[in-house]
Every structure is written in C-alpha cells, then in structure tokens.
C-alpha cells in the first residue's frame, strides 16, 4: 500500500486560512475515495470533508460547510482541503485517508472504512 503525508498545518489567528495538502506515494489515488478528518484529545475523529475518486461527488462535515473546500489532483496524487474562516473549535491533526474499497464514484464519511491513514498535521487556531 502507499503512504499519504500530510503538510500545511500551523497556527493561526481565528478568521484566518490555511491549505492542508496530502500527497500519497507508493500507488496513485485516482481509484480511491479519499478524505479529510480531525481529532483532538476531547472528541473522537471527526469527519471533515471527503471526494470521490473523480472528484465529482463531495460532502462536508456540518461544523465545516461553507468554509472548507475540498479538492484532489489525481495526477499529482494529491489531495487539498482549503480552510477559510478558521475558528478556535477547528484546532486539532488533521488527518487524510484513503478507501479503496468503493466500488463506484461514490465517498464515505465514516473513519473506519478508510484503509490507510497519513500521520495528520497539527492546526492550531487562536482566539
């Protein structure tokens, strides 16, 4: 299986914006559903957003809608998700995953269906 890294995590002030990108090695993305979540050390993983293989079908957590937007380079093996209006509760890693399982153009939002998971990148935002 290949490897997602995740990189653009930081800190922050709240209203601000930052780009996660997340570049898989080792096999290329195009066949797979991929997706964005989060996690503090408060709350379970938390969906955040995810697109299907083509790009086509995409969906939001309901704490994010109107404020991320995800995006994927099947070419370039990479995935993005574009963070605007950052507040506080948006802290924690940020993880991308990848379900290879699909069977069609198609996305999923539960964590546990995703077979292979980057390390995550910390974002922070401050009040």
């Known amino acids: 299986q290949g490897h997602l890294v995740e990189s653009g995590g930081g800190l922050v002030q709240a209203g601000g914006s930052l780009r996660l990108s997340c570049v898989a090695s080792?096999?290329?993305?195009?066949?797979?559903?991929m997706g964005w979540f989060r996690q503090t050390p408060e709350k379970a993983r938390e969906f955040v957003a995810a697109a299907s293989r083509s790009g086509k079908i995409i969906d939001y957590g309901d704490s994010v809608k109107g404020r991320f937007t995800i995006s994927r380079d099947n070419a370039k093996r990479t995935i993005y998700l574009q963070m605007s209006r950052l507040k506080p509760e948006d802290t924690g890693i940020y993880f991308c995953?990848?379900?290879?399982?699909?069977?069609?153009?198609?996305?999923?939002?539960?964590?546990?269906?995703?077979?292979?998971w980057g390390l995550g990148t910390q974002v922070t935002v401050s009040s």
């Open positions: 995953a990848a379900n290879t399982r699909l069977v069609q153009d198609d996305i999923e939002v539960v964590s546990g269906y995703y077979d292979f």
């Open positions: 080792g096999r290329a993305i195009d066949s797979y559903g």
